[in-house]
């Protein structure tokens, strides 16, 4: 059972750059999650989604795009990297409706730009 | 919008000791959750304990368990009989009750680093 994969695992940007982070979970999880964490900040919500086609901003979503066409994919895309979008990114999904449903976490990309 | 503060970046326990993790949040609301997340240097992020805010019997989970103070919107995480494999950082993270279709948006704090010393 693979849960939440990310990838990739690492990556290093030039300024400008554009970059997808994939995510994709086989739990048939109806929602998921994008964070950033960074020191001394904790993890913060980029974007959310709550099924295939809908799709929110959280508390930071300047600089991100996301799209949810299938229920198991969830890419968050940078079209213009910056150096502050350097941090650790995770992935999150869980049901939808279940109040004792768990958030499932991918293990992270370590995104630096440079 | 709630808030989540955990005023210690940094703690140290001697192994097989009892250390105490703090937490307070700010809501407005009466129903949420509560969790403490461990993230070891895998970087994996590890669901330790969680609290239903209605209910005032306060979590436990083996060595974990919660002292949940309402009333002082305190969420305290100990951790009893230490062991090595417990050092990690630890994020203590608010959700309220009332998720709009259901979105699992989970408030995190600053996160405070526990060291286990040998």
């Known amino acids: 059972n693979a849960g939440v994969t990310q990838t990739p695992k690492f990556q290093v940007l030039k300024t400008g750059q554009s970059m997808t982070l994939q995510c994709a979970q086989d739990?048939?999880?109806?929602?998921m999650s994008w964070y950033r964490q960074d020191p001394g900040m904790g993890l913060r919500l980029i974007h959310y989604?709550?099924?295939?086609?809908?799709?929110d901003q959280g508390e930071v979503p300047n600089g991100y795009n996301v799209s949810r066409s299938t229920t198991e994919d969830f890419p968050l895309r940078l079209l213009s990297a910056a150096p502050s979008q350097t941090s650790v990114y995770f992935c999150?999904?869980?049901?939808?409706?279940?109040?004792?449903?768990?958030?499932?976490f991918g293990n992270g990309t370590r995104l630096t730009v440079t | 919008a709630q808030t989540v503060t955990q005023s210690q970046p940094e703690m140290s326990v001697q192994e097989a000791e009892t250390v105490t993790l703090s937490c307070t949040y700010d809501t407005s609301e009466s129903d949420y959750y509560l969790f403490w997340y461990k993230q070891p240097p895998s970087r994996q992020m590890i669901l330790v304990i969680r609290?239903?805010?209605?209910?005032?019997q306060n979590a436990t989970e083996n060595r974990f368990s919660v002292n949940f103070q309402k009333a002082a919107k305190s969420f305290s995480l100990k951790i009893s009989d230490s062991q090595l494999g417990d050092a990690a950082m630890y994020f203590c993270a608010y959700r309220s009750a009332w998720a709009l279709q259901g979105a699992q948006k989970l408030v995190f704090g600053q996160g405070t680093r526990l060291t286990i010393n040998p």
């Open positions: 989604s709550v099924g295939a086609g809908i799709t």
């Open positions: 739990m048939n999880h109806e929602y």
């Open positions: 609290q239903e805010a209605y209910k005032q």
């Open positions: 999150a999904s869980s049901y939808v409706g279940q109040e004792n449903s768990p958030l499932h």
